[in-house]
């Protein structure tokens, strides 16, 4: 689905295929060589001039990307120093990788990777954020039901539904923003994390790749503890999730039997080759499938085994695909639901419709509450349960049901006054509009 050029359009974004694809990571391959070659300059290591030679050949040729993927077999890093080496003049290509390791090169141009689609990701949704915190605001009124257990429930507003997407696209746009500095560490401390290949250089030598590349060092090799990418992968995986729940709720929304929202007719995507009238909801499907995808993936890498001992390559082969894939999914899911937000139409007149379609029986919660200060809350949940028992078998109205109540009776002063006398005053007819119950929904979403 993601790699077959028929389908990957649907899912994966040009920028984010961009950021990992065959050009974009022998770039960062040699980034980080040119970083190693610029802190082993400043060592005393290598000469300087070899260093800007090699600094100068990070953007690869045709000629090199093509010498790379003509690879049969064998490791395409590999490849990419030979591509590299023969670009250069004698006296700069002896210095290429000197001192490196390969998984410390491939760690470390991930992380320049995971950066770049980390920003990708980030802008997508902070311009989510701002179209669902519109549209909270434009809503905020709108009067809707809300569902729990596939059950109406109470009356709320659609700009409520729009604050509470909002709110868990801030909560993963920040678990991202802490997952960053982690996630985007450099790698260069050797074969073994010793350091040893470069002597007493060698610690300086990384402090200063990290340096020129603009990511966090630490001192301690993190080749055989994966822990951050892990956690990389599951803080995506998540962001997917949240963008597929907003997905599932416009799925639901756009139901015929809901009719509440619909997505815009396009008769090249969202409609049917059959039947001329479906406005098929593809879009928020699309979401729903790629962030299934990002979580699979995110638990192949969750549940790798560990790596063996000071390293183990089968990790670095899992994130090579699990990684990207990830990103891939989770930033075409945010730029579709940026997308489809903006070409979804909302029928108020349904919305409310759906929210007084099973009347009074809707708002029995805040009827309950009315009545509660007058007669107790135990006895105003048993009236008011009896109640719905009584309207859904004869369709007795709540007026009527109060006026012939009968005695009522109580303790103390109360007497025996019916419970027409004791809920005296109470706007009966108020308490039944939908409208009338919505709490704070509204200025919620108006607040946001």
Same mark, same amino acid.
Not at 60 to 79: H, L
Not at 158 to 171: I, P, T
Not at 181 to 198: C, D, E, I, K, L
């Given at each position: ?11 994966? /974004?040009?920028?984010? =295929?961009? *950021? ?14 040119? =970083? ?8 005393? @290591?290598?000469?300087?001039?070899? *260093? ?49 390791? /390969?998984?410390?090169? &491939? ?34 009124? /709108?009067? @809707? ?64 790749? =990290? ?45 015929? $039997? ?6 815009? &007719? ?8 059959? &039947? ?6 593809? $879009?928020? &499907?699309?979401?729903?499938? *790629? ?72 708002? /029995?919660?805040?009827?309950? @509450? ?56 109470? $706007? ?16 919620? =979403?108006?607040?946001?």
């Amino acid at each position: 689905m993601f790699d077959n050029p028929i389908t990957s359009s649907g899912y994966i /974004t040009p920028a984010m =295929a961009e *950021a990992w694809s065959v050009r974009a990571s022998v770039r960062a391959w040699y980034e980080v060589e040119a =970083a190693l070659a610029a802190a082993e300059a400043d060592a005393g @290591m290598i000469p300087r001039e070899a *260093a800007e030679a090699i600094g100068a050949a990070v953007e690869p040729s045709d000629e090199v990307i093509a010498a790379i993927s003509a690879g049969a077999s064998g490791n395409p890093f590999t490849r990419g120093l030979d591509a590299l080496r023969g670009s250069l003049p004698e006296h700069a290509s002896r210095w290429v990788h000197y001192g490196a390791t /390969t998984q410390d090169i &491939m760690d470390t141009a991930r992380a320049l990777q995971i950066r770049e689609s980390l920003g990708l990701v980030q802008d997508e949704l902070g311009e989510l954020e701002r179209a669902l915190v519109h549209g909270a605001h434009e809503q905020a009124g /709108t009067v @809707m039901v809300a569902r729990t257990n596939g059950q109406f429930a109470l009356p709320t507003t659609l700009g409520y539904r729009y604050a509470r997407w909002a709110e868990s696209v801030r909560r993963s746009r920040r678990r991202l923003d802490e997952t960053t500095p982690r996630a985007t560490v450099a790698q260069f401390s050797g074969a073994a994390g010793t350091y040893a290949s470069m002597g007493e250089r060698g610690s300086q030598v990384a402090r200063g790749v =990290a340096a020129e590349l603009g990511l966090p060092f630490a001192e301690v090799a993190w080749h055989a503890e994966r822990d951050t990418i892990t956690e990389l992968c599951a803080t995506l995986a998540i962001a997917g999730q949240t963008l597929a729940k907003i997905a599932e709720d416009l799925f639901d929304m756009q139901r015929s $039997d809901f009719a509440e929202a619909a997505e815009e &007719m396009d008769v090249h995507f969202s409609g049917s080759s059959t &039947m001329p009238q479906k406005r098929n909801p593809f $879009d928020t &499907m699309k979401i729903s499938v *790629a962030a299934r995808v990002a979580a699979g993936s995110a638990a192949t890498v969750l549940t790798q085994p560990p790596s063996s001992l000071e390293r183990d390559h089968r990790a670095l082969e899992v994130d090579r695909d699990a990684v990207p894939r990830i990103f891939a999914a989770v930033h075409g899911a945010a730029a579709k639901l940026v997308h489809l937000l903006a070409a979804l139409r909302f029928d108020t007149e349904r919305l409310y419709a759906n929210a007084a379609a099973e009347g009074v029986l809707t708002v /029995t919660e805040g009827i309950m @509450m009315a009545f509660a200060p007058r007669i107790g809350h135990g006895r105003a949940h048993d009236v008011v349960q009896e109640f719905a028992t009584e309207h859904r078998r004869s369709g007795v109205g709540l007026e009527e049901f109060v006026a012939n109540y009968g005695p009522f009776g109580g303790d103390g002063a109360m007497g025996q006054e019916t419970l027409a006398e004791q809920l005296a005053g109470i $706007d009966l007819e108020a308490i039944q509009r939908p409208e009338s119950y919505t709490g704070q929904a509204e200025r919620i =979403a108006r607040e946001i």
